[in-house]
């Protein structure tokens, strides 16, 4: 079990994230979810969505550039 102050750390950094995902534009947030949540391939998250494999693709990616820009990821 990790120590409390670790435990705490981990959560607010959860916490942090959640609130980060919650404020990306609602396309880039679905597509991510359904990518990242859901563990939907590409071109599942494609149809769900109502886009190209590439627009899903360019989703995720905006996603994932966005939560880095705020401190996220490597």
Do not use: N, W
């Amino acid at each position: 079990e990790l120590p409390v102050v670790e435990q705490v750390c981990l959560r607010d950094e959860a916490e942090r994230l959640r609130r980060c995902i919650e404020a990306l534009p609602a396309p880039v947030r679905r597509a991510l979810e359904l990518r990242a949540y859901d563990g939907l391939k590409v071109r599942e998250v494609a149809a769900r969505i109502g886009k190209s494999q590439a627009r899903a693709v360019q989703l995720c990616a905006e996603a994932l550039a966005l939560l880095r820009a705020a401190g996220h990821g490597p």
